[in-house]
């Protein structure tokens, strides 16, 4: 018996090994020759060394295939080195349904238009390159995208209103960018569940759109821009995913006295805007894990309990204009 079953595993994995062999010299002549085209345009010797025409596509760095239908599913290039542009032969892989470059410093220039034969692609995320120029209105027409990261690049201009026809969207990232001009209206139309919206550190403008504000956001980031005007939509017990909130820095003028908190909310940030009105007592109701109202327009006495004394010092509330009380110095 112990022969046999010796025998039986021996004979496995030399099986195994040939079946892994085969697979991954099984490669869709079409998308390997559009890698090799990519490759090719990046003109850099030692890039991707295992992307050797001699063997099939399908085990090669930085990708991986349907073990069925041998396309290629999904090109992940990251920490690569890779210089100059986007191929526009990216979008010669029709059967991407995640297309991703991560940590690529010396990638430059805009977002190719070949994108937009991608009639597959659920996830595009180009995150910590040198990308630059706007972000183009095409990107509004590859409506199968469920999760759009376009963050730490160095895009410029306004965001295009076309963004709003990406109605599966579940997340969206332009933070760290240099953006300008408002937030889309058309952000509203965007019905994905756990919605998550992350547009901190640019330079966006203007009145934060009542559309945008009625959505029910899991996390959303807007610090670090110049918006303006009442944020107050945002909050209401009827936001039942939302927990996670940061307008710090911006130039936002609303009351907070009458605003109403969801249960979920553990996170919020309003430092450095111009908030007027009083803490309200609704806030001791909160499992808060971040609290800062600092730097705002605010008084009256910090309602006591839940969090508000126990988890936050003095800097979650200080540089008001006469808000008072513990962790603050007593009302007079
Ligand atoms: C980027 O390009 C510069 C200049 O050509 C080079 O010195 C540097 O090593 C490159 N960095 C990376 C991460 O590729
Ligand atoms: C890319 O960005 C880094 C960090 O911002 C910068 O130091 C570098 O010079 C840029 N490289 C190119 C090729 O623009
Ligand atoms: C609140 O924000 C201010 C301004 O950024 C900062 O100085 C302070 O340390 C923060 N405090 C807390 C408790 O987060």
Not at 94 to 109: A, C, I, R, S
Request: contains cysteine; hydrophobic residues 35%; neutral net charge.
């Amino acid at each position: 018996m112990a022969i046999n079953y010796n025998f039986l595993s021996l004979a496995l994995i030399i099986f195994s090994t040939i079946l892994h062999h085969c697979l991954s010299e099984l490669c869709h002549p079409e998308d390997k020759k559009a890698l090799l085209q990519i490759k090719k345009f990046f003109n850099t010797p030692n890039i991707f060394p295992s992307w050797d025409p001699k063997t099939g596509c399908c085990g090669w760095y930085g990708l991986t295939c349907d073990y069925k239908t041998h396309r290629v599913n999904d090109l992940f290039l990251n920490y690569a080195d890779l210089a100059g542009p986007i191929p526009p032969q990216v979008g010669d892989l029709p059967y991407l349904e995640t297309l991703m470059f991560h940590k690529n410093p010396n990638l430059t220039g805009p977002i190719p238009q070949s994108i937009t034969k991608l009639k597959r692609l659920r996830i595009l995320s180009i995150t910590w390159t040198n990308l630059s120029g706007p972000i183009p209105d095409f990107i509004g027409e590859i409506t199968t995208l469920d999760f759009l990261d376009l963050s730490f690049n160095k895009l410029t201009g306004p965001i295009p209103s076309s963004i709003g026809r990406l109605t599966k969207l579940t997340g969206l990232r332009l933070d760290r960018n240099q953006l300008t001009g408002p937030i889309p209206a058309s952000f509203g139309d965007l019905t994905g569940d756990n919605f998550y919206l992350y547009l901190s550190h640019n330079q966006l403008s203007g009145k934060i759109p009542a559309s945008v504000l009625k959505k029910d956001y899991t996390y959303m980031d807007l610090s670090r821009n110049k918006l303006e005007g009442d944020a107050s939509l945002l909050f209401g017990s009827d936001k039942k995913n939302l927990e996670i909130v940061d307008l710090s820095r911006n130039l936002l003028e609303f009351d907070l006295s009458k605003v109403e908190f969801p249960k979920s909310l553990t996170y919020l940030d309003l430092n450095h805007n111009k908030i007027i009105g009083s803490l309200p007592v609704g806030l001791t109701e909160l499992r808060l894990q971040l609290l800062n109202v600092s730097y705002n327009q605010l008084c009256g006495k910090i309602p006591v309990g839940g969090e508000l004394q126990t988890r936050f010092d003095y800097s979650a509330y200080f540089h008001n204009r006469c808000l008072c009380g513990a962790p603050l110095p007593n009302c007079k």
